[in-house]
């Protein structure tokens, strides 16, 4: 006759699986709480993430907003994008729908003969008007760059009320910068629609309609 083991004692293979039964819970307990604590962590980093974006757009809020009441909203988007995307070379151009012409509202750090080329809308500073969206050069592969495109980051479309009002060009980025980053590309959203508004007022302001 077999043995089942002695006293209350389970036999050698059921202790084994006994074992091998509490070794996988405990696996799955430790791999449960990895999980979660991988998903706080994410949880976190998204907050904080969000956090920073909207510490970066309340201050290009803010700096606008002020623009309005000192009249010096072409500065103001320069500095935007100077301290918070990270370019010092930045035009901004006025557009026309009824003829798709573009004049050239305010420049800063880019040399005349470039600021032309940006003003007859050829290449990128066109399709980002025609498309109405803006165009970023790391991301054109389907057509070649001209000259003056060549140190270009991105054309950012200036939209009021489903409307092109004009093209800001932003050029080379400063040398700590290796390229555009997630939140750059969201502030630039906000200027495509907050930018334009601005930008609009100062048109006003500067030409005011007559009655």
């Not at 307990?29 to 309340?58: G, M, Y």
């Not at 700096?63 to 930045?90: T, W």
């Not at 040399?111 to 809308?121: K, N, P, R, V, Y």
């Not at 140190?151 to 409307?163: D, H, I, P, R």
Request: aromatic letters at 6%.
């Amino acid at each position: 006759m077999i043995g089942t083991g002695n006293g209350n004692h389970p036999p050698a293979e059921g202790r084994r699986r006994l074992r091998s039964r509490n070794g996988d819970s405990s696996i799955a307990a430790e791999t449960h709480e990895l999980r979660q604590q991988a998903h706080q962590l994410s949880l976190r980093d998204q907050i904080e993430r969000n956090h920073f974006l909207l510490k970066r757009l309340n201050a290009a809020s803010a700096r606008l907003i002020q623009a309005l009441d000192h009249g010096d909203v072409y500065p103001a988007i320069a500095e935007i994008i100077a301290n918070l995307v990270g370019s010092e070379e930045v035009a901004i151009f006025h557009y026309d729908s009824s003829d798709q012409s573009f004049s050239l509202a305010w420049s800063w750090g880019i040399d005349e003969e470039t600021l032309q080329q940006f003003a007859t809308g050829a290449g990128l500073t066109g399709r980002t008007a025609r498309h109405g969206a803006t165009q970023f050069r790391d991301r054109v592969t389907d057509i070649p760059l001209r000259q003056h495109e060549q140190n270009l980051t991105a054309c950012v479309v200036l939209k009021s009320s489903g409307e092109v009002v004009g093209v800001i060009a932003i050029l080379g980025l400063l040398p700590q910068k290796n390229g555009l980053e997630w939140s750059d590309f969201e502030l630039l959203k906000f200027l495509e629609t907050y930018g334009a508004v601005a930008v609009q007022f100062q048109k006003l302001r500067e030409n005011p309609v007559a009655p």
